[in-house]
């Protein structure tokens, strides 16, 4: 049985064929959109079960960035890097940079530096020079910006944060059973996402 690679295509890969798939510009995209229906699947799954449950349990990056960040927490403790934070809105523009060159060159830009792909053939086919890469975005990780890649490039969490905001799984905050601490803020990864749980946020008891 022959299983067509769009039928297996994660999220954003979809939505970069889409953008790139105009049959006058880019006919030889213009096929893969006889398979889009079948993403179906794969969006519900991760719209019931929560956008980011791809990050977390099976980004294969995902594992090598929990070690790099344990690594970059060790060097802040020791004071020997300083922590560097930035706005993690930035994903968008990145989303929509690679979108954009998607449609303009019908090719799918970012699949050629993206480091979850290139894990994934690291691991089905072997050693290939591509890995460099990867070790230069962990490295980056580690020594520069705590989960930088995650935090503020991969359109891939990206997309699945936008599934994530319509989910019915949803992270769950009780204000009056909160007494502030952050301890979830230093605890998660993605600690952008929990915001909403700081003192600033909470007008009645920020005081």
């Known amino acids: 049985m022959v ?3 769009a039928q297996l295509a994660e999220p954003l890969v979809v939505v970069q064929v889409v953008v790139g798939s105009n049959p006058i510009i880019h006919p030889i995209f213009s096929k893969s959109l006889e398979y889009i229906e079948v993403q179906g699947f794969f969006i519900g799954f991760y719209f019931f079960v929560g956008g980011k449950a791809f990050c ?3 980004c294969p990056y995902g594992l090598l960035s ?3 960040e344990r690594v970059h927490q060790i060097l802040i403790n020791k004071k020997i890097i300083k922590e ?4 993690p809105k930035i994903r968008y523009y990145f989303w929509i940079i690679f979108l954009a060159a998607a449609a303009i060159d019908g090719y799918l830009v970012f699949e050629v530096i ?4 290139i894990l994934s053939r690291f691991i089905v086919y072997g050693w290939s020079l591509a890995i460099v890469w990867v070790v230069v975005i962990l ?8 989960r930088a890649w995650c935090k503020y490039v991969c359109p891939i969490g990206t997309t699945y944060s936008l599934i994530g905001w319509v989910s019915p799984m949803k992270v769950q905050w009780d204000m009056q059973k909160c007494d502030h601490c952050a301890a979830c803020l ?3 990864p993605e600690d952008h996402v929990l915001e ?3 003192p600033k946020k909470d007008k009645k008891r920020k005081n």
């Open 139 to 146: 490295s980056v990780e580690i020594f520069y910006s705590r």
């Open 84 to 87: 560097r934070a930035f706005n």
């Open 196 to 198: 909403f749980t700081r």
């Open 114 to 117: 993206n480091p979850v792909g």
């Open 3 to 5: 299983v067509d690679v």
């Open 66 to 68: 929990e070690i790099g």
């Open 186 to 188: 230093i605890a998660c």
């Open 56 to 58: 977390a349990w099976a």
